[in-house]
């Protein structure tokens, strides 16, 4: 890493010399061009971790739509069981010749199929 920063180093002086700038000048471009490397990588770090975070919220959110997706079609499967064993009772209580004596009304017809 010291190689490289060295190296760096030796690229800003040359290019420092060569526009008519001296030592000082070229060390102090160096130490800001690392402080903007510092801080752009620290918010990269940050940026990353946000994004990571966002994907965790998406993937979550997407769970519980499955999740109640699959809650809502049972409570649905469940009601339309529900509805028809209440079909059923209703037409078999009007079948019944109890049914005419309480309510005053002819029983059903018992329809075979």
């Known amino acids: 890493m010291q190689v ?11 290019g420092a010399e060569a526009s008519g700038l001296d030592n000082k000048e ?3 471009i160096y130490r800001r061009i690392e402080r903007n490397e510092k801080s752009m990588s620290g918010l990269a770090g940050k ?3 946000i994004v990571e975070q ?3 919220q998406e993937r979550a959110k997407s769970k519980r739509r ?3 997706s699959k809650l809502l079609e ?3 499967e ?4 529900l509805l028809f064993f209440i079909y059923l009772s209703v037409k078999a209580q009007r079948q019944s010749p109890l ?3 309480y309510t005053g009304q002819p029983a059903l017809a018992s329809t075979s199929s």
């Open 54 to 56: 966002l994907e965790r």
């Open 26 to 28: 070229a060390l102090l």
């Open 66 to 68: 499955e999740t109640m």
């Open 74 to 76: 049972n409570i649905t």
């Open 99 to 101: 049914y005419s004596h």
């Open 78 to 81: 469940v009601l339309l069981r």
């Open 47 to 49: 940026v990353e971790s």
């Open 4 to 14: 490289e920063l060295d190296s760096e180093y030796d690229q800003i002086r040359s």
